[in-house]
């Protein structure tokens, strides 16, 4: 029983030995630990201060670099608008002489029309007058024929008697 126990009692000693060794690590490193907070942490130091505005600086320009760009792209896209809305106002402009053009050939081809209607409608009221007239004159020629044979008969008729 005596060795177990002097064996046990010397396992016990070792790790409460190992234990203080252990403890005081610790504390050495909770002892800088400390000291390095404290540094930070007082007024009078500013690399605190410093590393938080470093930090914000860096997020600012992380920040206004995106936006920069997303601004540099919208720039880009108004500027394509822009001159697509320049060719398309040429184009209305150039389209708006055609039509002005187009619109003079029609008013020159309706005076035209409307010259030729009237040589028509003059030709129509010759043809109609033209037209009475064979018929008045083949009436006459008819009559005069018809005198003409009766004459004729009449003068046959006499002769003959």
Known sequence: KTEKTE???NSIQEEAEE???TKDVITKQLAEMNTKLSNVMTKDDGSLRTIIKEVFQQMKDAFLASVNKRIEILEGRLFER???NENLNKTVNSLNKTVTNLNG????LKTQVTGKQKEIDDQKAENKRLTEQVATLTLNTEAKMNELEQYSRKTILESVV
């Open 7 to 9: 064996k046990v009692n």
């Open 19 to 21: 234990m203080e060794t």
């Open 82 to 84: 822009h001159q697509d």
């Open 105 to 108: 050939t029609i008013d020159g």
